[in-house]
């Protein structure tokens, strides 16, 4: 009888579905359900329906949810726009209160705040990254986790002749290099054992669950949360795991910083220089050096920091093997450089990597919460408390902002004719986001992916698996559903 019902319900809704599909490639906005079905019967593959609502919307679109539901959003990809909201009117768009409940597990870190709290951490983190102590410290743990950590992996795994998940192995370098980079501590997950790291298991459901919070009603999660049941009770966990790693590196580096002797360092990582009472912005100014702000701090590095640069190298690798003719030019311009370590001449590897950025950005949704009503450049209407919402997917595929050939992989795109790097401005190229609040890691994430392209390309070749179906994952960020299987060649 039960399973009877669960049929029904199933034949019901796929007949709904079916009904209230979008016929000319606009949902419809229908009574009640407004565009709910929509959405959820194009959920799986959300990225590339949006792309097709946007192309025919000219760029801007409003989403109405169901009746009472409070699902109402404007999704906008038109440059000027996004100029508008990102720069020029910034104060009126935070991200909202929306955004610091749902990812509540990364606490009040930068990543998570608006206004004065976020003013403060952004200088504090701009500062520490660009800190002379921290550059040197970052060449050396990047090369150093490239040269102990990459390469044995990937001579062991094309010896023995094994089929490996790339975006694994990435997730595997990105996590451990931004946590002895923000930490000082070596996770040691990139190894022939291929360990199993409950810390990242927990990083990886916290994002789950964030998404989940993203589809589901507000009031029920937090009903859930309450109860602490289903997903919500899998976010417990995951906090938990998270807590006793983070606030075990505090005390770690508490100790260490106690016993150290007075020869100076060279090079310090992040949280060194965060504990830092000499430094001339500190957290004992503001937050009493809590362990709680370090944390928070912590935790939102490793959300920037991690899967995107594991996004973005695995969707690099996935084009690469898709285009031989730019592997070919890679291999090229790499032969042209006397060691690896001259990244920083790298034109056209730094183009491909833009290139594959705009075609998959790894944060792939960027949302906004107005705070005043505002009549955008396009002439739309915002309201007071609207959601606003980019998709940088659609944003790379819009023919008005790239061209007609804007599916293909052409580096050559962002080289000039005088054979420097074209600059693109952020709100077309938005896979950094644009205005204040614009990636402080950028740099950052070229040098290790150009380390990492350098001597991957140089060393090994990858063939992918055949038949191996590569897709984006319904994720917050744009990670490969499946993986990517390669199998690894050690190069002549
Ligand atoms: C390919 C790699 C990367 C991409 C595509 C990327 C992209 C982005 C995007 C889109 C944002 C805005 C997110 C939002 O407001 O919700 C952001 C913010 C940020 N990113 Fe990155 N990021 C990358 C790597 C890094 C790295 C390695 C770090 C260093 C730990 C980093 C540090 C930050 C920080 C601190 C912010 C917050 C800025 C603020 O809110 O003021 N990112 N990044």
Redesign the pocket.
């Known amino acids: 009888m039960e399973l009877l019902v669960i049929f029904m319900i199933f034949v019901s809704f796929v007949f709904l579905c079916y009904l209230f599909r979008n016929k000319n490639g606009i949902p419809t906005n229908w009574p009640i359900v407004g565009m709910l079905f929509a959405l959820l019967v194009n959920l799986h593959q959300v990225h590339v329906w949006l792309t097709e609502v946007l192309e025919k919307s000219d760029m801007n679109f409003l989403f109405k949810g169901p009746w009472l539901a409070n699902m109402k959003m404007f999704i906008t990809l038109d440059p000027a726009n996004v100029h508008h909201i990102m720069s020029k009117n910034f104060t009126n768009y935070p991200?909202g209160t929306k955004?610091n409940e749902m990812f509540d597990v990364f606490g009040d870190?930068?990543?998570n705040?608006d206004s004065d709290m976020?003013m403060f951490?952004?200088k504090m983190?701009?500062t520490f990254?660009s800190h002379p102590k921290f550059h040197p410290f970052l060449q050396d743990t990047v090369w150093e986790k490239v040269e102990k950590g990459l390469i044995p992996v990937l001579d062991h795994v094309s010896k023995q002749g094994l089929v490996i998940d790339l975006q694994d192995l990435f997730n595997r370098f990105?996590l451990d290099t931004?946590c002895t980079?923000?930490t000082g501590c070596d996770l040691g997950s990139l190894s022939i054992d291929w360990p199993h790291v409950p810390f990242s298991n927990a990083l990886d459901d916290a994002m789950e669950v964030i998404l989940y919070r993203h589809i589901v009603p507000m009031r029920v999660w937090k009903f859930f949360r309450w109860l602490g049941v289903g997903s919500e009770n899998k976010c417990k966990k995951a906090w938990e795991i998270l807590d006793e790693f983070v606030y075990k590196c505090i005390a770690k580096k508490r100790e260490e910083e106690k016993q150290k002797s007075m020869k100076p360092q060279v090079g310090v990582d992040?949280l060194t220089l965060y504990m830092d009472e000499s430094q001339p912005i500190n957290v004992t100014n503001v937050t009493s050096a809590s362990d709680k702000f370090l944390r928070d701090t912590i935790l939102?590095?490793?959300?920037?920091?991690?899967d995107?640069?594991t996004?973005?190298?695995s969707w690099f690798f996935y084009l690469l093997s898709k285009n031989p003719r730019v592997e070919s030019k890679i291999r090229e311009e790499l032969s042209t450089m006397e060691t690896v370590h001259d990244y920083q001449k790298l034109i056209y590897v730094h183009g491909a990597?833009c290139e594959a950025?705009r075609l998959y950005?790894?944060?792939a949704f960027?949302?906004k919460a107005s705070i005043e009503s505002d009549i955008l450049p396009s002439g739309h209407q915002v309201d007071p408390n609207m959601q606003i919402i980019f998709n940088?997917y659609a944003m790379g595929r819009m023919k008005a902002i790239w061209g007609e050939d804007c599916y293909e992989f052409k580096p050559e795109r962002w080289i000039s004719e005088g054979g420097s790097i074209r600059h693109e401005p952020s709100y077309k190229f938005?896979?950094?986001?644009a205005g204040?609040?614009?990636?402080?890691?950028?740099n950052?994430?070229?040098f290790?992916?150009k380390a990492v392209v350098a001597t991957i390309v140089r060393n090994y070749t990858f063939q992918a698996v055949e038949g191996h179906h590569v897709v984006p994952d319904v994720s917050l960020i744009l990670r490969m559903k499946h993986g990517f299987m390669v199998k690894v060649y050690r190069s002549p």
């Open positions: 991200k955004f870190g930068i990543v705040v976020w951490q952004r983190a701009h990254i990105t931004i980079l923000v992040l939102s590095f490793f959300l920037a920091g991690r995107t640069i996004t973005a190298l990597l950025l950005p790894p944060v960027e949302q940088m938005l896979a950094f986001n204040p609040r614009t990636c402080l890691g950028k950052m994430a070229f290790q992916m």
